[in-house]
């Protein structure tokens, strides 16, 4: 992995490393760029409500490594509202959308409308990654979700944590080849991110390995590096 555009410093209130030590174990491990993306305000953790205000005083690099400063939203309501005001969307370099039992979606809701939650949530806001679309407890449509993503240029995830525990889930795997099989043949891309909430997680994609498929190497959003990331950025 060049880089890793999904982690967590304290403030996401269960994680436990800070900015510096992220950026830090990035630089080690040889990372381009990071994305800083907290827990929006609606899980209860961000006290301080100008947090993600204040995230533009973070140096945009540190210890060689591109620091992106974004926030892993919540989507709200059936209407699509997620937990953070459009002015911040516009501010923050990156913005992460999901669903989240804290958040206000209940364990084992209706695919049907949890994914139309995230399309109106990806049409009306500003939002350049659905994040762990396929959480056993939070189940979506995958083709639905993909088509909305595919008009609006967001990139679905491959989220390493949510695979590491899901990896002899037969569902599960068959939710993550069929996103494959779409990214695919559609000739698009879907990103690969560790969702680290310690150091040791970041960029470990080792899990990768023990799918009983692989992932062709073209349809993944940041082996470019940086300079692929910062011109998706610049397009939304």
Known sequence: MKVDLHTHTVASGHAYNTILEIARDAADKKLEAIAITDHGPALGFIEYPNYFHCLRRVPEELFGVKILKGCEANVLD??????????????????????????????????????????????????????????????????????????????LEINLHILQKNISDPEHLRNTKRLIDLVVKNKTKLTINSDAHFISEVADDRILKK????????????????????????SK
């Not at 349809?219 to 610049?234: C, D, N, Q, S």
């Open 211 to 234: 799918l009983p498929f692989k992932i062709p190497p073209e349809i993944i959003f940041g082996r470019g590096g940086y300079r692929e990331v910062k011109k998706f950025l610049a």
């Open 78 to 155: 059936q209407r699509g509202n997620i937990d953070i005001s459009e002015k911040l969307q516009k501010r923050l370099d990156i913005v992460l959308v999901g669903l989240h039992i804290l958040g206000g979606f209940k364990r084992g809701s209706d695919p049907k409308k949890n994914t139309a939650a995230l399309i109106k949530a990806i049409e009306k806001n500003r939002i350049h990654i659905i994040v762990h679309p396929f959480r056993p407890e939070l189940p979506v449509e995958i083709d639905k979700l993909f088509a909305a993503c595919l008009k609006h240029q967001v990139l």
